[in-house]
């Protein structure tokens, strides 16, 4: 496996899509709902298309897990997974808080990630067993003692209404006890924010492997801890995420059980 061929394809597929996303970016869009506010524009789809060009022409024989079009087959211990615009919501209002999100999986394995904001011209990135970093600099997570000195950061899920009372219940624990907590929009950002620093936790649930999957990589290379509510281990596939500094971790795990 040439990790630095992954990474390469990984960053010039982001660069790609950054353009894309700043050719449309506050212009009006073409919105389709996916759900009652689950937004699709033509940016989310022009975005994805070149990000699987540029992957498969490269690596043809690879799978591809994409937010707008789904699985494609591949060799089974190869694998992107690709959120070609997360935040639409943000990126339709004019908000400039939303990502590409690429990240690579070998046999299973989370290996690479990379997240970029393409209109405030961040990018982070992650390579297992290398570090991560935000626009090359090397990224470590805060060392914020204690939760009441914590900003954290949550999301919601498009489904609120299965979810709306045990989320609040958990919102209003985590504020309480927290400095403050913020609302972005987009998990991605939330998990590389965690690992530069500017917040000490996330959590959030009901999100999708590609929401968390390349943001996942660069939080733990940069020495985050990540697991479920319940401080089992976490994998894509799982409903449930927390990302902490660390030192605080222990600190929000009974917040989050109900």
Known sequence: MDLDAIRGVGLAAAAKAGEILRHYWGKTHCIDKKGA???VTEA??????????????????????AEESGLTSGTDSCQ???????GTTNYAHG???????????FEGELIFGSVLNPVIEELFCGMRGRGASLNGRPIRVSTTQTLSDSLLVTGFPYDLQPVIHPMMKRFERCLMAAQ???RLGSAALDLCYV??????????????????????????????????FSNGPYAIEKKEILATNGVIHEE????LRL
């Not at 989310?44 to 897990?65: G, N």
Request: proline letters at 6%; one cysteine or more; charged letters at 20%.
């Open 37 to 39: 506010i689950d937004l």
């Open 44 to 65: 989310d789809l022009a975005s994805e298309k070149a990000i699987i060009h540029l992957i498969r022409t490269a690596f043809p024989e690879h799978a591809v897990l």
């Open 80 to 86: 992107w997974i690709i959120d070609p615009l997360d």
């Open 95 to 105: 908000l400039p808080a939303f990502t590409v999100s690429i990240a690579f999986a």
């Open 180 to 182: 403050g907590v913020r």
């Open 195 to 228: 690992a530069c620093g500017r917040f000490e936790g996330f959590w959030e649930q009901n999100l999708a492997p590609w929401d968390t999957a390349a943001g996942v990589v660069i939080a733990e290379e940069a020495g985050a801890s990540v697991s479920d």
């Open 252 to 255: 929000l795990i009974p917040l």
